[in-house]
Structures are given as structure tokens and as C-alpha cells.
């Protein structure tokens, strides 16, 4: 399938940003589509960002719109999420996913390969 490694968290204040990475390998001609999700301690895994790999469309989170942007380099098969005004709420591990289907889905179930993730901490 997909290999998927996330880096660039880290700890940081509230109000703060931070941008975390997902760089792709393997069998990436069978993306259509990537997304960030996060898992809170004791919480269930949710939908962040997720963007169309070829054509670019997004979908965000209500929790993160406006705050949050996510974006990918095609050529470089690396997506990234850039995260400003933090907030203590935003603390997770945060997981890149890659899908092959046509819909950019907010739904873990849509998303084949996945990421060991990265841990975004926010200090208040």
C-alpha cells in the first residue's frame, strides 16, 4: 500500500503555530485523497482536514476552519497542516491517512494507510 511518516510536532503555547508533515511512499499513484485526523487521550480518533490529492480541494473540521490550513506538494508527495491560533483543545496525536476514493471523507473507514502520528502539544 501507502507508507505514511508525519513529523514536526512538538510543544508549543497557546495562540501559537505549528506545521506538521506526512511524506508518502510506496504505492502513491493509488491516493486520491489525504487527511489529518487526531486522538486525544481517552477520545475517539477525529476528522481534521482532508484534501483532494490531484485537484486540491479541502474540507475542514468545523473545530479548525479558519485556524487551520491544510495543503500538499504533488510533487514531492508530501501533505502538511499549518496550525495557528492554538488552543489547549488542539492537543492530540495527530495521524496523516490516505484514501483511494472519489469523496473527500471525513470517515476513518474511507482511508486505507495511515501514519504512526506525531504529538501537537498546546500549553495554556
Known amino acids: 500500500q501507502v507508507q505514511l511518516v508525519e513529523s514536526g510536532g512538538g510543544l508549543v503555547q497557546a495562540g501559537g503555530s505549528l506545521r506538521v508533515s506526512c511524506a508518502a511512499s510506496?504505492?502513491?499513484?493509488?491516493?486520491?485523497?489525504m487527511a489529518w485526523f487526531r486522538q486525544a487521550p481517552g477520545k475517539e480518533r477525529e476528522f481534521v482536514a482532508a484534501?483532494?490529492?490531484?485537484?486540491?480541494?479541502?474540507r475542514y473540521a468545523d473545530s479548525v476552519k479558519g485556524r487551520f490550513t491544510i495543503s500538499r506538494d504533488y510533487a514531492q508527495n508530501t501533505m502538511y497542516l499549518q496550525m495557528n491560533s492554538l488552543i489547549s483543545e488542539d492537543t492530540a496525536v495527530y495521524y496523516c491517512a490516505a484514501g483511494s476514493g472519489l469523496v473527500i471523507s471525513a470517515l476513518t473507514s474511507d482511508y486505507h494507510s495511515w501514519g504512526q502520528g506525531t504529538q501537537v502539544a498546546v500549553s495554556s
Open positions: 510506496g504505492r502513491t499513484w493509488i491516493m486520491n485523497v
Open positions: 484534501i483532494s490529492w490531484t485537484g486540491g480541494s479541502t
